[in-house]
C-alpha cells in the first residue's frame, strides 16, 4: 500500500511541476507576443508618420512648381493624361 501511496504522490507531484512549467511557458509566449504586438504598432506608427511627411513635402513641391511654372505644369498634366489615355485605349483593345 505504502508504495502505490509513494507512486501516487510522486505522479501528483510530476503533473503539478509539469502544469507549472507549462503555465510559465504560456505566460513568457503570452508576454513575447504582446510584446512583438507593440514593437510592430510602433513601427507602423513611425511610417505612418513618414508617409504623411513625405506626402507634404511632395504636395509643396508640385504646388510651387504649379505655381512657380504653370504652362509646363499643364503641359506636363496634358502629355500624363493623353499618355493615360493611348495606354487605355491599347489595353482595352488587347482584350477584345
Not at 511610417?47 to 508640385?62: E, I, L
Amino acid at each position: 500500500m505504502k508504495i502505490g501511496h509513494a507512486l501516487s504522490d510522486g505522479a501528483a507531484s510530476m503533473i503539478n511541476s509539469s502544469s507549472h512549467a507549462a503555465g510559465q511557458a504560456m505566460d513568457g509566449l503570452a508576454r513575447e507576443a504582446q510584446h512583438l504586438a507593440q514593437r510592430s504598432s510602433d513601427l507602423l506608427q513611425e511610417r505612418s508618420t513618414q508617409w504623411r511627411r513625405q506626402a507634404g513635402q511632395a504636395r509643396d513641391a508640385t504646388l510651387g512648381y504649379i505655381q512657380h511654372e504653370p504652362v509646363k505644369a499643364v503641359l506636363f498634366a496634358a502629355a500624363a493624361g493623353a499618355t493615360l489615355v493611348l495606354l487605355g485605349s491599347l489595353l482595352g483593345r488587347g482584350k477584345h
